[in-house]
């Protein structure tokens, strides 16, 4: 009789550990969730935040070659370490901008006239996604491979769902990988930033180039 009730305890102690573990995975998965889905709200709140402020800087520009100034300033402003330039069509091939920081640039301005063609600039400009350094190579980005190995760069469309005007490329020491979530931050602004230079005449910025 006393085994058999021994057999009976141990029967429940078992099916009561097996609840246990299934209940303790049921509260780990729960937990990953709200974490993940913390995580995910801060990296909106924090995309909605620089958007909400990037286009309050532009409202103040007065015009194009301020606007670009400004934008890039905003860039810089908002991923550590990250340069960017501009770079949009025009009739007669694509003007660059860089905004002047004082310090001398991994990549001069003059340098991207013989790394891109107005093919690979309409190219990219024209895409529906952010283009990796291997993507703009494949493409024909003819970088300077001594300069390419100390950087780590990326387009991003301007307007991606409109008519193509240019893309934003940025780039940053190579030890400081670009991030998916930073870039995705920046991609956020894209289509403002492409309405907000529509808004000024295209006439040619006194620090582009021409190719």
């Not at 995309?47 to 532009?58: D, G, K, Q, V």
């Not at 960017?84 to 069509?89: D, G, R």
Request: net charge positive; with cysteine.
């Amino acid at each position: 009789m006393a085994t058999r009730d021994n057999k009976r305890a141990l029967k429940v102690i078992r099916s009561l550990h097996t609840c246990q573990k299934k209940q303790a995975g049921k509260i780990d998965v729960l937990c990953r969730d709200m974490v993940s889905a913390h995580r995910d709200f801060s990296s909106k709140l924090a995309t909605t935040s620089f958007a909400a402020s990037y286009y309050e800087s532009l409202l103040g520009c007065t015009g194009r070659e301020d606007l670009l100034e400004t934008a890039v300033r905003g860039i810089r402003g908002a991923v550590k370490e990250i340069d960017a330039a501009i770079f949009l069509l025009s009739e007669n091939g694509f003007d660059v901008h860089i905004a002047d920081t004082g310090v001398a640039d991994p990549v001069e301005k003059r340098q991207f006239q013989n790394w891109f063609t107005r093919e690979l600039v309409r190219s990219v400009s024209q895409m529906n996604r952010i283009c990796s350094l291997d993507q703009l190579l494949h493409m024909g980005l003819q970088g300077a491979p001594a300069t390419l190995k100390t950087i780590l760069l990326a387009a991003i469309p301007l307007g991606r769902f409109g008519k193509p005007v240019g893309f934003v490329l940025v780039y940053r020491p190579a030890h400081r990988p670009l991030q998916a979530e930073e870039l995705s931050r920046l991609a956020a602004v894209s289509s403002g930033l492409h309405e907000a230079i529509g808004s000024f005449q295209k006439t040619p910025s006194p620090n582009s180039i021409r190719s």
